[in-house]
């Protein structure tokens, strides 16, 4: 018998692998073998089985698993290889020999690893242990927080052994094995910096030099691409021992460079560790091998420093990339350096708008790198920009995840976050850069709370509060020199072409005002036409001299630069800049680009491309650009008479892109609300190929879409603005505990605006679902008890029904059995006026469930039953699956299915009862059915199959969602499949009882009126 953790989760036998059944008795088991001969709390049970907040019969969930599990280990005869799992008190132990447990196995591989005399040994016990992997650890289970976090050991454990693996190659002269083997997990991990140094130095010393720099630099860009990151040191070294050709690294050598030998390589054994065992690392690292044992450096060799054991992680680090072509503030950074001594200081970088305070602030925290080893943490508050500042709670999560808190773990409330942040700092080494403050309250809650940590705050305002609260240290920045201005643009134009005109480069330097943004811009120009001479452009910028007494105001030069700039661009990217000053803020793409401007996505993208070689526009990531919040106020003036036309192309741009998004990701059928009066229709949609890649898009878009709804309020544009929100319905069911309140109050606030009573009710139904999901049931009741009275008002039957639905749910937990019996009644009563097979049966499902709390099992039965009857589709599975629970229930209650031997078996009777009632903690009105006897095995096994529908519902990659749909036809509707979502997504959230990630699931069924 072998226990296996490795790849898919398996207890392999003589007769072959148990059927362990589904992916959570899976994850029970992986929690067992995890802690093996130790008692498992069934709390840490239930943090490894569910991500969320685990349903009330968790418990019993888990001692199902635990029954099933010691049946099928008896079976196979686990007593006889000294396996039992037993019950302690509230634990469950695993008793089993470590040796029958593949993860022990691995570890005690590479303790004998380390314990060899000869590297041919080494290299034979690391490959045993690597082949006991068959795929990534606790495949085929469901991962909670815990199991993650030990797959991700486990993970950092095996990429460490093949580094090590590589090393004994190396050593043992078998270069081509070594690149080999690196190559495929550097293809699997290709930010891994430690694995393409060890990639680089195995090519090399295999003579293939041309691609160990070309690894270099492909890893080089990919971490510039997609991090903002430049090479750290250990990719940086081995990068530089390759272009020095140093005697460890070159073709043929025995060492290894950076991961130097570890292990015997001349001699048997380099320094023997207390047990007298040779430990491998010594003889990797210089400081810590012997002088005795040392070998003799080569004459004119360079020490190699050893970057640290493999698999250590590195410090965080979210500093974007150093700027480029830095020069002059010379005195500013060694006040930077000075103001950063002594204990918790707070240094202050202030400074008008576009004078480089970012720059100088990444300037000196790149340099200082080494002066803070646990990390650099870097946030923009965008105190300055339009687009508005972050909530101090989202800041807070950025840094909590930067230091290892797990998402779940982290406090909802910016108070609480800010605490864990000072705690988690303590005793660490941190630099905190925070630009672009607004005020001292903003950057107080950021503090850290270590005495060593370091942090670095932007303004242009002075924060004078901050000094007086937390004795900031302020470093004031002006302009630059004109000297500094001259350096500027030297170092984009070249020393020649300024040299060449030293007067006119003094003179340009000077008319830009000393701001750096305005120097780099005109550069830029300069740069792009070599055959301009820098007279000509300061004769040109000499022409602005009556807005060059206006620079008293902080973006006058900036401006002027800029309309430097623009004048000499061809009209069509002249047009596509003017009409991104109106976006809403964020990062756009060339869909949104096109939108603005009117034009298609390929004339966007171009038009892009040639503002971003202007330096008018960034380059975030590919295809997404940002304005610098002065050049979008500059754009936004060229052409003012286009911002309603602008942001309302924008906006039905969102409104098309996430109506795709939400058809991809959940697609339907009939028509839910018509499309906003005056709807442009964007040249082009973007196209989604899946789900998960419409999923992926509305998390990315979430702030822009946010910001855009706040933008169409203001512009009294009401009717987009409920749309935008509510066509993100598969983000808000998919985390509906995700904080939506507020953005559907904006929601609530325009349907109002609008006096549009169907948008009203419709938002409110689903605002009252969010806030049954908080556990604010009692809010929830208010918002909802308005709803179907709009709906009535609007005309709309259907709305009105699933306001219904969710109010009485609402009702039911509250305690209000027969107002929400009434409601239900009434809802199943509208949807079978208007045909609608959906939402009837979701009703029915409801009142069914509802009845047979109220103690009338007949009239649940045949709820149910009318119900069943309704919807045979394949999608409606999981919600098949809850009524037939509902049968199942009351026909026990009617006294069916109980066999004469059962009835005289009281004891056996309650066991039965505690599997098959209704528990949910405090709320017996309508969560508890009890006093049943024992069912029949033949109605369980119906029930059990049932459960397994909607586990192969939950397997297709669906989830609960609902909401407004695509345009359908000619008649630009908005079509969808009425589900939950828009309309109140899952009405019966949590009624049925079940886990939540199957009562995520059962949402998806819950089709028709509930948002739509």
């Known amino acids: 018998m072998e226990f296996r953790l490795l790849g898919t989760v398996t207890v392999e036998t003589l007769a072959g692998p148990l059927p362990l059944g589904p992916a959570k008795r899976r994850s029970l088991l992986a929690a067992l073998v995890l802690s093996a001969n130790t008692p498992v709390p069934v709390g840490r049970l239930t943090d490894s089985l569910w991500d969320d907040t685990p349903p009330s019969q968790a418990r019993g969930v888990i ?4 029954s099933r599990l010691r049946a099928l280990l008896v079976g196979a005869d686990a007593e006889a290889y000294g396996v039992e799992l037993a019950t302690l008190g509230d634990a469950y132990v695993l008793r089993v020999p470590e040796t029958l447990v593949d993860a022990q196995r691995f570890e005690e591989l590479l303790m004998l690893a380390r314990e060899q005399r000869t590297w041919a040994d080494t290299a034979l016990m690391l490959k045993e242990a690597l082949s006991l992997w068959q795929g990534p650890a606790f495949s085929g289970a469901f991962t909670g927080p815990p199991l993650r976090a030990a797959a991700h050991s486990l993970e950092e454990s095996r990429l460490a052994t093949v580094e090590q693996l590589a090393r004994a190659y190396g050593e043992l002269g078998e270069h081509h094995r070594a690149a080999a083997l690196l190559a495929a997990e550097t293809a699997a991990h290709p930010l891994r910096e430690s694995l393409a140094a060890e990639l680089m130095l195995a090519l090399y010393r295999a003579g293939r030099q041309s691609e160990a720099l070309d690894r270099f630099h492909r890893t ?9 990151i430049d090479p750290g040191h250990e990719l940086a070294d081995a990068y530089a021992l390759i272009l020095r050709g140093e005697p460890g690294a070159g073709p043929g050598g025995p060492g290894s460079g950076l991961g130097a030998a570890r292990g015997p390589a001349a001699a048997p054994v ?18 810590r091998t012997s002088d005795a044992a040392r070998p003799a450096a080569p004459a004119g060799a360079v020490p190699v420093p050893h970057p640290g054991h493999a698999g250590e992680p590195l410090p965080v680090d979210l500093l974007p990339r150093a700027p480029r072509g830095f020069h002059g503030r010379a005195a500013e950074l060694a006040a930077l350096t000075r103001a950063a001594a002594g204990e918790a200081p707070v240094c202050l970088v202030t400074g008008p708008a576009g004078v480089g305070k970012t720059a100088l602030a990444l300037q000196w925290a790149h340099r200082s790198g080494a002066l803070f080893p646990d990390g650099r943490l870097f946030a923009d508050l965008r105190g300055f920009s339009e687009a508005g500042e972050p909530a101090l709670v989202d800041v807070l999560r950025e840094f909590l995840l930067a230091l290892g808190v797990a998402p779940r773990r982290i406090p909802e409330s910016a108070p609480a976050a800010a605490a864990l942040f000072r705690s988690l700092s303590d005793r660490r080494r941190l630099l905190v850069v925070l630009d672009n403050a607004r005020d001292s309250a903003t950057v107080r809650a950021l503090l850290p709370g270590g005495t060593d940590c370091v942090t670095l705050v932007t303004s242009r305002h002075r924060l004078e509060g901050l000094s007086a609260s937390d004795a900031a240290r302020p470093v004031p920045l002006g302009t630059l020199e004109a000297d500094d201005g001259t350096a500027l643009l030297a170092g984009v134009l070249g020393e020649e072409r300024v040299r060449a005109e030293p007067v006119a480069a003094r003179r340009l330097a000077e008319l830009c005002g000393g701001l750096p943004l305005a120097l780099r811009v005109t550069a830029a120009r300069l740069a792009g036409r070599p055959h301009w001479t820098l007279a000509a452009l300061a004769d040109e910028l000499a022409d602005e001299r009556g807005r060059l007494a ?14 430097l700039t623009v004048q000499h ?15 809403p803020g964020g990062p756009v793409d060339p869909y949104a680009a096109a939108a603005l401007a009117g034009t298609d996505p390929v004339a966007a993208a171009a038009a892009l491309e040639r503002l971003a070689a202007a330096h008018l526009v960034a380059e975030t990531a590919p295809g997404r650009w940002i304005l610098h919040d002065l050049v979008r106020l500059y754009a936004r003036g060229l052409d003012p008479a286009s911002a309603h036309e602008a942001l309302t192309g924008v906006l039905d741009h969102c409104i098309a892109t996430a109506l795709a998004a939400a058809d991809t990701a959940e697609p339907g059928g009939e028509p839910c609300f018509v499309l906003p009066d005056g709807y442009r229709k964007p040249a082009a949609v973007r196209d989604f190929a899946d789900r998960a890649e419409a999923m992926r898009w509305l998390a990315a878009e979430r702030e822009n879409l946010a910001l855009a709804a706040v933008a169409a309020r203001e512009a009294g544009l009401e009717d987009r603005a409920w749309r935008i929100i509510l066509l993100q319905w598969p983000q808000v069911v998919w985390r509906v505990r995700d904080n939506w309140a507020p953005l559907l109050e904006l929601a609530l606030d325009s349907a109002r605006a609008g006096k549009d009573a169907y948008a009203e009710s419709r938002v409110l139904t689903l605002l009252g679902w969010v806030l049954t999901e908080e556990g604010r049931t009692t809010e929830a009741a208010a918002v909802l008890e308005r ?5 009535r008002e609007a005309g709309d039957p259907l709305g009105e029904a699933t306001a219904l639905i969710n109010l009485a749910v609402v009702q039911a937990e509250l305690g209000e059995l027969p107002t929400a019996l009434a409601n239900c009644a009434r809802a199943v009563k509208l949807c079978r006026e208007e045909e609608d097979r959906h939402t009837e049966m979701l009703g029915l499902q409801h009142l069914a469930r509802m009845r047979l709390t109220a103690h009338r099992p007949q009239e649940a039965l045949d709820c149910a039953r009318a119900a069943l009857d309704l919807g045979p589709e394949h999608e409606e599975a999981v919600r098949r699956s ?18 004469d031997n059962s009835r005289r078996r009281p004891q056996g009777g309650r066991a039965a009862s505690g599997a098959c009632s209704r528990r949910a903690g405090p709320r017996p009105s309508y969560w508890t059915y009890s006093g049943l006897g024992p069912v029949r095995r033949e109605c369980v096994h119906g029930v059990v199959r049932q459960t397994g529908i909607v586990r192969q519902a939950l397997g297709g990659g669906r989830h609960p969602a609902a909401g407004p749909g695509r345009a359908g036809g000619g008649e630009g509707r908005l079509r969808r499949r009425g589900r939950a979502g828009a309309g109140g ?3 019966g959230v949590g009624a049925d009882g079940l886990p939540a990630a199957v009562r995520r699931g059962a949402a998806a069924a819950h089709r028709r009126g509930l948002t739509g």
């Open 63 to 66: 001692q199902g698993h635990v």
């Open 882 to 899: 809850l009524l037939l629970a509902v049968c199942g229930e009351a026909r026990i209650a009617l006294g069916e299915g109980l066999s």
């Open 220 to 228: 080089r860009r990919l971490l510039a691409d997609e991090l903002g």
């Open 569 to 583: 661009l061809p009209p069509e990217a002249v047009h596509q800049f003017a009409r991104l000053g109106h976006h």
């Open 787 to 791: 709803s179907p009275v709009l709906a």
């Open 270 to 287: 380099a320094a023997p560790d207390p047990a007298g065992a040779p430990d491998p690392a010594r003889a990797a690292d210089p400081a």
């Open 985 to 987: 997504a899952a009405a």
């Open 550 to 563: 206006c620079l008293d105001v902080d973006d006058t030069g900036v401006a002027a630069a800029l309309r």
